[in-house]
Structures are given as C-alpha cells and as structure tokens.
C-alpha cells in the first residue's frame, strides 16, 4: 500500500507532480551549468584532436613529398653515376687495348733492330755477300713494313699521338702562300685603314680653313 501524506495522497505522486525531486536536481542551474562545461570541454578535446591529426597529415603529406623528391633525385644521380661508370669502363677499357697495341708493336720494333743489328754487312765476306744479301734483305723489307704499317694506321688510336707523327720525317720546307699574303695584306689595311680617314679628314678641314680665310 503506498505510502501517503497528510492528505492522504500517494508519495509517487507528488514526485510526478515535482520535476526538481523526480530528477534529483538534474534540471538545476547548477547541473546545467555543469553539463554545459562538460560539453565545451569535450568540443575543445574534440577540436584539439581534429586539429592534431590534421597537423600529423600534412607532416605526413610533406614528409611523402620530400620522399618523392628524394626518390627522384637519387634515381637521376643514380642513372648519371651509372652512365658514367659505365662510359669510363668503356674509356678505360680503350686505353688498355691501346696500351697492349702499343705495347705490340714496341716489342716488334725492338725485335727488328735486334734482328737488324745482328746482320753487321761490313763483316760479310766476298764469297757470301750473294746469300747474305738474300737473307737479309728480306728481314730489312719485314722491318721497314711494320714501321709504315703502324704509322700509317696511327689514326685510329684516341688516347695517343705517337704513330701521328713519323721519326725521321723531314719536314716540308715553308712555302710561300698567296693566300696567307692576302690575309696579311688585308689585316694591315684594316689596321692602318682609321689613321688614313683621320688623316684624310684632317687635310680636307685644312683645305677648307685654308680656303675660307682666302
């Protein structure tokens, strides 16, 4: 049986009748305040995250730009590196062939004048000087080929000059050349030809003085 008050009413009822007791205070201005600071302190937590992951996004955003632009710039160094490791295999590799071909044909110099040394024709006789000559000549021809032979393909070497220019080639006397004469003929006149217009200028002005004050 439900309890009731003085007037007989049951107590549930006056409660229903009465928000501030069925609520317990709930609607109070102190609890409302209350709620309301809490949700503001929320919304501020709320808004300080958003504004932290934001933040990390764009770190992340540029951190994967600078990536990129990392990545890029070693895939370019790379590739020159590469390029030129690999040219100067190449180079490297030339210069060896022409150093062993240079080495080539040292070696069979050396070895014609050793073999031309030991031939010594003031030492032949009479009775053999027909057979020498026979044998020799033909060592004399090898020797004098391979000499022509290596100077004249001396072009195609690209890390030395020495087949380009032949020992005990005379040089060609100079001649004269028209056409060098012409182009210092030319240039003298070119040097001398301003001091001539000044002068020429100079004499006409004296002319003209000369004449006037006739």
Request: net charge negative; proline share 5%; hydrophobic share 35%.
């Amino acid at each position: 049986m439900p309890i009731g008050d003085k007037k007989g009413e049951p107590m549930y009822r006056q409660m229903e009748l009465n928000p501030r007791a069925a609520d317990g205070e709930m609607h109070s201005p102190e609890q409302v305040q209350m709620r309301l600071e809490k949700a503001r302190q929320q919304a501020e937590y709320h808004e300080q995250q958003r504004m932290q992951l934001e933040s990390q996004r764009r770190e992340l955003e540029h951190s994967n730009e600078q990536k990129n632009t990392f990545k890029a710039d070693l895939n370019e160094l790379g590739m020159k590196l590469h390029n030129a490791v690999r040219r100067l295999e190449r180079e490297l590799e030339s210069m060896e062939r022409e150093q062993l071909e240079v080495e080539r044909v040292a070696e069979g110099f050396k070895k014609h004048l050793i073999t031309l040394a030991s031939l010594q024709p003031d030492h032949w006789s009479t009775e053999s000087l027909g057979e020498r000559l026979k044998e020799a000549l033909p060592k004399l021809d090898l020797a004098e080929n391979d000499f022509d032979e290596a100077y004249s393909s001396g072009h195609h070497f690209c890390h030395t000059q020495i087949f380009l220019h032949k020992p005990g080639a005379d040089t060609p006397p100079h001649r004269f050349n028209m056409t060098d004469f012409k182009e210092q003929f030319l240039k003298g006149i070119a040097f001398h030809l301003p001091l001539f217009v000044l002068l020429l200028i100079t004499w006409l002005i004296y002319l003209w003085v000369t004449t006037a004050s006739a």
